[in-house]
């Protein structure tokens, strides 16, 4: 597949938007980098530049709480666009409800004319970040992966979010049916059948992705690299039957499980088998140990690899280079390691966003970045 064209934001407006109560910024090199001390504001543009990605953003915060305080209540972002599909305009907003009757709502619109959802906005572009609440990614619990492996999958499959929530609330019904009513079964076997094929539809798009990633990174790994390769797989008892069965043969399947497990998930109080209990399991391919045996640095540039590779999975199979959210990822970095990771950044066809409380971080972008200087909710040329 031949590479993406280049892509970049050209101007990012944001009004009322956390500390930032007018924001207009304008870039036009394929590295930005924000720079400012703690509190600033550097992280905010980041997550402002999220909201157009399926969700909450990076930070995954209620849309309230991104409105200005002392603001009027709700907050607007608009970027320019130049990448493989020409110029676009992209923008959403969210307002507070004006009475106790009437619900927020979040706007979306694309060169000016409204769009139903920010699923919409997959079109023009795709966003992948990495934060510090990433760091302990790899010993922490296994819903923070799973949290971690659909935003993966989001990235390619703008689809897989309204999945998730669907299967979540088809979840919620069946334990609540199995608290209130266990012995109707007529109604249990129609949750179960929506379950089911929802849980297979999420099973498959996560085990394509994460098949696909990981052929990638041992098709392109390199021994050499400051940023360790890694093995993926998934692991859990739905992943098992996809790997196994046909689609259909796998929901049959499933189902038969659920109903099976009835009475052991009413004395849970949830659902033991499905995605929501399957795990993302990475090993540090080099030393061939879990990631989660590694050192702490290790476990950082292993993270920091499988970010990149995952960018250039998004760029190969949506035809859009993807932008990349890199918030404080170079801070805590040995000069080999910078220095290698602003190598590996230029070779995505994607523009890069970064945040860093020192300047000298970012010195060897030299005239290939704009560098930002941020403070209290304003900007300035670095």
């Known amino acids: 597949m031949a590479a993406p064209?280049?892509?970049?934001?050209?101007?990012?407006?944001?009004?009322?938007?956390?500390?930032?109560?007018?924001?207009?910024?304008g870039v036009s090199r394929p590295f930005v980098a924000l720079v400012g001390e703690n509190g600033a504001g550097k992280t905010n543009i980041l997550e402002a530049l999220s909201l157009f990605a399926p969700g909450r953003g990076?930070?995954?915060?209620?849309?309230?709480?991104?409105?200005?305080?002392?603001?009027?209540?709700?907050?607007?972002?608009?970027?320019?666009?130049?990448?493989?599909?020409?110029?676009?305009?992209?923008?959403?907003?969210?307002?507070?409800?004006?009475?106790?009757?009437?619900?927020?709502?979040?706007?979306?619109?694309?060169?000016?004319?409204s769009a139903p959802s920010p699923t919409a906005f997959a079109e023009h572009l795709r966003v992948v970040w990495l934060t510090p609440d990433l760091d302990a990614l790899f010993r922490g619990p296994a819903g923070e992966r799973r949290r971690f492996l659909d935003r993966l999958v989001l990235a390619v499959d703008a689809g897989h979010g309204?999945?998730?929530s669907a299967l979540e609330r088809a979840l919620r019904s069946r334990n609540r049916l199995l608290e209130e009513r266990p012995d109707d079964t007529p109604w249990l076997d129609a949750v179960e059948r929506e379950v089911a094929e929802l849980a297979i539809a999420v099973a498959l798009a996560r085990r394509e992705t994460v098949e696909r990633l990981d052929r990638l990174i041992l098709a392109s790994r390199d021994e050499a690299s400051p940023f360790p390769w890694a093995g993926v797989r998934l692991e859990g008892e739905i992943d098992d039957l996809v790997a196994v069965w046909p689609a259909v043969d796998a929901e049959d399947r499933f189902r038969a499980m659920l109903r099976q497990n009835r009475f052991r998930d009413r004395a849970a109080g949830r659902t033991l088998a499905g995605p929501q209990a399957s795990d993302l399991l990475v090993r540090h391919g080099p030393k061939d140990v879990p990631a989660g045996t590694a050192s702490t640095g290790e476990q950082k540039a292993l993270l920091i690899g499988l970010v990149l590779?995952?960018?250039?999975?998004?760029?190969g199979m949506s035809g859009l280079p993807p932008l990349v959210l890199l918030d404080e990822v170079a801070a805590h970095l040995d000069p080999r390691r910078r220095a290698g990771l602003f190598d590996a950044l230029e070779a995505l066809p994607g523009q890069v966003w970064m945040t860093g409380a020192d300047p000298a971080l970012f010195a060897e972008l030299g005239n290939r970045g704009d560098l930002i200087a941020v403070a209290d909710g304003h900007l300035a040329p670095g």
């Open 5 to 25: 064209d280049p892509f970049r934001v050209t101007r990012l407006i944001a009004r009322d938007f956390r500390n930032h109560a007018s924001l207009d910024l």
């Open 58 to 113: 990076l930070r995954r915060a209620d849309f309230a709480a991104m409105a200005r305080e002392g603001g009027p209540g709700g907050f607007a972002v608009s970027l320019n666009l130049a990448g493989p599909h020409g110029e676009h305009r992209v923008g959403t907003a969210w307002e507070p409800p004006q009475t106790r009757e009437e619900r927020a709502g979040r706007l979306c619109r694309i060169d000016g004319a």
């Open 162 to 164: 309204a999945r998730v």
């Open 309 to 315: 590779a995952h960018a250039r999975l998004v760029a």
